[in-house]
Each structure stands twice: as C-alpha cells, then as structure tokens.
C-alpha cells in the first residue's frame, strides 16, 4: 500500500514536472488579448511591463522596416533585419517574431544560435545552402532554392550560404518575441573581456599565437 503511493506521488511527480517543462521551454503564453510592451517603464519582468490598453493603437503592431533589403556590402556577405519585440511593441508576450535575411553572392550567415527560439526558413529569391548541427554533432544540411523552407530546431547551431549566381532573400518566423543570437565565431573571439588564449588555444588545438590572429580579425 505504502509503495503504491510511493509510485503514484512519483508518476505524479513526473507528470508535472515534464508538463511544466515544456510549458517554460518557450515563451510564456499570453494572459490578456494583447501586452503592448510599454518600453520608457523602469519595472523590468520577464519580457515588457504592458502598455495600458486605452493607449494601444495599430500603430504598435505594425513595421514598415522589412520592405527593402539590408546592406550586404560587409565581412560575411549578409545582413539580418529584426522585426522582434524590440521593433514591433505589439509582439510582447506573443512568443513570435520575424527576420528578412539577405545575402550577397557567396555570402553566409555565419554559424550561429537562437537560444530562446525554433526558426523556420522561408526562400523567396536565390539558392541556399543550410544546415544544422544536433547536440550528438550530426549535420544535416540541405540545398534550397526559391520557395523552399527549412526548419532549425531550438538553440541549435546552424548557419546559410548563398551558392547562387544571384542575391538571395529569405524571411524567417522564430518562435519567441527575442529569440537572442550567439553567433559562435563573434561569441568566442570576440567576447568582452577576451576569453584568455590559454583557454582558446587548448580548445582549438591551435598555437596562442593564432588564436590572437583570429582575435586581432575580430578587433
Ligand atoms: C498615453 O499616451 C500618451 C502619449 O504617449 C501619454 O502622455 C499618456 O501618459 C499615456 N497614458 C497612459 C495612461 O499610459
Ligand atoms: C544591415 O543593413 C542596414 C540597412 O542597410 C545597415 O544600416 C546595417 O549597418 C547593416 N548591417 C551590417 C552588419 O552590415
Ligand atoms: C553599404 O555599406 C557600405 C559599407 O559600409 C557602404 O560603402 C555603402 O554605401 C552602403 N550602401 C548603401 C546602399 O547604403
């Protein structure tokens, strides 16, 4: 009798737990009709304090800032325009949000990652080659062209590249109102205060001396 409640309380345990984690893995689900994030207030939460409702207007769910491409004259040949939280008020608490990425001939969005959110891909003009890699380092990878879409899972690391003989433009849903970027090449040779050589070069595999190569291309 006693282990029966013993395996009960336990599957319980389980239950809840594993419900609430996939609950909490993604953003909060909204409480109201909308949370306009009203961004001058100092109460800082999870997210943005709401805006008061009489005060809301169309205004804050619209962006007019995807219409034209981003400049791609730049290292890596791409530019990434955010239409997040930060740009359209109206998505606070809403878990959603968008990017325009363009892509010069030949250029990347360099190996990078979204902590807070799923990406799907959509191809509207050009030839991609996408990919990217699970936690047991498999790679999966895969050659778009024009309508095509693609899914990059939750905080994976994953990255595209024009290998047509055009420009390229694709826009992307993401599953949080700021889905965060780490962009791996930037995160390690570029942090601030630099991540120490010793710690890099053993990493890599690769002399001090190089390592301050690859930092000295980032300064
Ligand atoms: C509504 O917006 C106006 C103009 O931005 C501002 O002056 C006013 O304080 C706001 N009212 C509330 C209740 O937030
Ligand atoms: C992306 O394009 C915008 C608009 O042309 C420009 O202001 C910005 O500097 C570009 N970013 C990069 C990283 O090149
Ligand atoms: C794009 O960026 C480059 C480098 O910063 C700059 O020289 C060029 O004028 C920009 N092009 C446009 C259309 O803004």
């Known amino acids: 009798m006693a282990n029966r409640m013993i395996y009960f309380t336990l599957g319980l345990y389980l239950v809840i737990c594993c419900y609430t984690h996939n609950v909490m893995a993604y ?14 207030n100092t109460v800082k939460v999870n997210g943005f304090v709401c805006k008061d409702p009489m005060n809301v207007s169309a205004e804050d769910f619209f962006f007019a800032g995807l219409a034209k491409p981003g400049n791609t ?14 740009q359209i008020p109206g998505l ?3 878990g959603i949000s968008l990017v325009r990425i363009d892509y010069a001939v030949g ?7 979204h902590p807070r959110a799923t990406e799907v891909l959509f191809l509207m003009e050009g030839t991609l080659f996408v990919g990217f890699i699970d936690t047991a380092n498999k790679f999966f990878s895969k050659t778009l062209e024009k309508g095509d879409v693609f899914v990059f899972p939750k905080a994976l690391v994953h990255f595209q590249q024009n290998v047509g003989k055009e420009n390229a ?5 993401l599953s949080s109102q700021l889905p965060g970027v780490q962009t791996i090449a930037n995160t390690l040779f570029a942090a ?8 890099l070069s ?10 301050d190569l690859i930092k000295a291309k980032f300064a």
């Open 27 to 40: 953003d909060a689900d909204p409480l109201q009709d909308f949370c306009v994030a009203d961004k001058q």
């Open 73 to 86: 004259t730049n290292k890596v040949g791409s530019n990434v325009t955010a239409a997040n939280v930060m």
């Open 92 to 94: 606070n608490t809403m």
């Open 107 to 113: 250029g990347i969005n360099p190996p990078h990652t």
């Open 169 to 173: 433009v694709a826009i992307a849903g």
């Open 192 to 199: 601030n205060p630099p991540i120490p050589d010793s710690v």
């Open 202 to 211: 053993i990493a890599f595999r690769i002399t001090q001396k190089l390592v």
